[in-house]
């Protein structure tokens, strides 16, 4: 059983940055995928960057590109999310996500995701 915990978030003026770290226990090796999805207030959760977790090909949604980067340190079995010139859109709570073996990509988001962490919340306001 795959555990995830966030860390990371924070209250941040609009332009500024945040690194988020998603460590992980349990055994992440069989993993394909790790993700961030995000939700933010009063809205439904939504995809923002997915890492292969052995290959390290990422996947972004549209609105990220460019401004946030999805990484993994397998030696420590923890994935980060850089993100940069933050704007108040991207306000939300952050999670990050596991599969057990098997995810995929398919129209701008990431399915099969087994193990979620908590959370950890971001605001942008200036």
């Known amino acids: 059983q795959v555990q995830l915990e966030e860390s990371g978030g924070g209250l941040v003026q609009p332009g500024e940055s945040l690194r988020l770290s998603c460590a992980a226990s349990?055994?992440?090796?069989?993993?394909?995928?790790m993700a961030w999805f995000r939700q933010p207030p009063e809205k439904e959760r939504e995809f923002v960057a997915a890492?292969?977790?052995?290959?390290?090909?990422?996947y972004y949604r549209n609105s990220v590109k460019g401004r946030f980067t999805i990484t993994r340190d397998k030696s420590k079995n923890t994935g980060y999310l850089q993100m940069d010139n933050l704007n108040p859109g991207d306000t939300a709570v952050y999670y990050c996500?596991?599969?057990?073996?098997?995810?995929?990509?398919?129209?701008?988001?990431?399915?099969?995701?087994?193990?979620w962490g908590k959370g950890t919340p971001v605001t942008v306001s200036s």
């Open positions: 996500a596991a599969d057990s073996g098997s995810s995929w990509y398919v129209g701008g988001s990431f399915y099969g995701m087994d193990f």
């Open positions: 349990g055994g992440i090796s069989n993993t394909n995928a």
């Open positions: 890492v292969l977790w052995n290959g390290g090909t990422t």
